[in-house]
């Protein structure tokens, strides 16, 4: 297991990060996934023991279930709390009243402390703002944020599923103003999706925000069950709950290009996926999440995969983006002033 700095920090985090969706199962997180306590303490203790020392959940996973069964699995295990980068997240509806959802100072602050109390921890290492919240200026929940930080109740602060105008105003709003800014990202990429490359990578390389992938196998596409004769079975996440969107047609000509490439290496579809991810500069970590014990097992592989140059640039080649203004302009205007 390799350890990446985080961002601009010097935070050090395990390549591959345990998400915790499958944790729980209530509300719309059924569909993930339902490990129970001693389930999740078997996947927890093999992530462990494979060098994760990151951990990522969601206050609004299973309705905080999720952090419960988390916070109660790091005291089960005894894990020193030290050792762990935990990570979290808030804006989602935790109930059902007019300000339970969203960034508003209120929401943030007794979320917080929420989150704290379900995952039996005196500090947050990495909050992170779940999604954009429209009807909240971006001032206030960076300065509820920055209070959090200042208070020592959360060490780092990071984003999720942002446009890069959003995370670049937030950016732009916390240097001016000397706030804590966002050290991350977390979103959606898998060599099957790449849209991300379009405008946040180079908005990432450009300000050092760090990358947590989520759904790296494109909600178990890339799991290597599906093929173009077979679409999916009852055991399959796809079947119930098709998320994320997806372009089938290129993720079954992709899959045609690993399953062999996975063969020759003695190793699966799945860790081909994720390894892709791995050898790509701006993921700071990719986040693995299982149901089973054997899947953890094929996720945790991926590590050890090597590529040939020539191996990635058939990836490449495969799974590339069509060309999109402004990009193609770009390109076609900055040959003669490249360094």
Avoid at 118 to 132: A, C, E, F, K, V
Wanted: charged share 25%; with cysteine.
């Amino acid at each position: 297991m390799k350890y990446n700095l985080l961002g601009q920090t010097g935070l050090k985090v395990s390549e591959l990060c345990l998400g915790t969706m499958t944790f729980g199962g209530t509300g719309w997180a059924a569909a993930i996934g339902n490990l129970d306590q001693p389930a999740v303490d078997e996947i927890m203790k093999r992530a462990l023991d494979a060098g994760i020392n990151f951990i990522d959940t969601a206050n609004a996973y299973s309705e905080g279930l999720s952090e419960e069964l988390t916070g109660q699995s790091i005291r089960n295990l005894g894990v020193s709390r030290d050792d762990l980068v935990l990570a979290t997240k808030v804006r989602g509806k935790m109930g059902e009243g007019p300000n339970d959802a969203g960034l508003t100072r209120k929401h943030i602050m007794a979320q917080a402390e929420a989150s704290l109390k379900r995952l039996n921890t005196d500090y947050i290492d990495l909050y992170q703002i779940h999604s954009y919240d429209p009807l909240t200026p971006l001032d206030e929940t960076l300065r509820a944020l920055d209070d959090l930080v200042r208070s020592g109740k959360v060490r780092y602060i990071g984003a999720s599923n942002l446009a890069a105008w959003q995370l670049m105003k937030a950016l732009d709003i916390s240097r001016y103003e000397h706030l804590a800014k966002f050290v991350s990202l977390q979103a959606y990429y898998t060599i099957a999706g790449r849209d991300l490359e379009r405008e946040l990578v180079p908005l990432l390389l450009d300000q050092k925000v760090g990358l947590m992938v989520w759904s790296p196998l494109a909600g178990g596409f890339l799991s290597g069950k599906f093929t173009r004769e077979n679409q999916g079975n009852e055991d399959s996440r796809r079947t119930g709950f098709d998320f994320p969107p997806l372009n089938k047609d290129l993720a079954f000509d992709i899959i045609d290009k690993l399953r062999p490439m996975a063969e020759a290496k003695g190793s699966s579809v799945a860790a081909l996926a994720l390894a892709w991810l791995l050898h790509q500069p701006v993921v700071s970590s990719v986040i693995i999440g299982a149901k089973k014990l054997d899947q953890l097992d094929d996720n945790l592989k991926a590590v050890d995969v090597q590529f040939t140059p020539e191996e990635l640039q058939e990836l490449a080649d495969a799974s590339q983006l069509a060309p999109e203004y402004p990009g193609w302009m770009l390109d076609f205007t900055g040959g003669d002033r490249q360094a």
